[in-house]
């Protein structure tokens, strides 16, 4: 079974658009979070989300937004795609709500923006 | 199983002076090593390492790692308040198509003017 799954594994789209990017894990965990990995392979945190409180990266732009529809997912809103937002984006979740244990990851989301 | 290994738990210097913090590992997989600065808010991205010897830099902090001994350190120089935060490492020990981050309990690092 799949432990932490992201859709669509490619998403290519212009400049300007809005997208989604969905991400569910299916360990039960209490804290979920998305990561972006630039062109020199470089993995930086992006947000971090329990029931309780969403910690958000202040380097991250506002057009960047996570939704929670419930524990087990924890959705990417990105609006007004700019070229700059290529990149794969990884879905994470943990046990526990302070995050500083063992973190499984999805396989990732590759964006292209034209 | 897996273990990150972080030392000290805790550091209070004062400005100016150099600290070295440490973090060991044993893990099955290992693909890379992560630093972390966390204050308040999420944890900001400082170096990934991949390769043992090669120093990375980024102004007045340092860190480089040893897959032989398992270890890396971080070295900050020349400390600033504003460096005080918790410092994290962690290992990318998936080995496969997905990563899987251990985490260590980090070190407390207080900077005092």
């Known amino acids: 079974d799949t432990a932490v799954s992201q859709t669509p594994k490619y998403l290519v789209t212009q400049m300007g658009n809005d997208k989604s990017i969905k991400c569910e894990q299916n360990?039960?965990?209490?804290?979920m979070y998305w990561y972006k990995q630039d062109s020199k392979k470089f993995l930086k945190i992006m947000f971090s989300?329990?029931?309780?409180?969403?910690?958000i990266n202040e380097t991250v732009p506002n057009r960047f937004s996570p939704k929670s529809p419930d524990k087990a997912h924890l959705n990417l809103h990105i609006n007004s795609l700019e070229l700059g937002d290529s990149a794969v984006y990884f879905c994470?979740?943990?046990?526990?709500?302070?995050?500083?244990?063992?973190?499984?990851f999805g396989p990732g989301t590759r964006l292209t923006v034209l | 199983e897996d273990k990150v290994v972080q030392s000290p738990l805790s550091l209070v210097v004062h400005e100016g002076d150099t600290v070295t913090l440490n973090c060991s590992y044993e893990?099955?997989?290992?693909?890379?090593l992560l630093w972390y600065k966390q204050e308040k808010k999420a944890p900001t991205f400082l170096f990934m390492l991949?390769?043992?010897?090669i120093e990375k830099k980024s102004g007045r902090l340092s860190s480089i790692l040893d897959k032989k001994e398992l270890f890396s350190i971080l070295n900050i120089t020349a400390t600033q308040t504003g460096d005080s935060a918790v410092y994290l490492c962690?290992?990318?020990?998936?080995?496969?198509?997905?990563?899987?981050?251990?985490f260590g309990k980090g070190t407390l690092l207080t900077v005092n003017p």
């Open positions: 994470a979740s943990s046990p526990e709500a302070g995050g500083t244990d063992t973190q499984y």
């Open positions: 360990l039960g965990h209490d804290t």
């Open positions: 989300y329990n029931n309780k409180e969403l910690i």
């Open positions: 893990v099955t997989n290992f693909r890379s």
């Open positions: 991949t390769s043992s010897g």
């Open positions: 962690a290992v990318d020990d998936s080995g496969g198509s997905n990563y899987k981050l251990t």
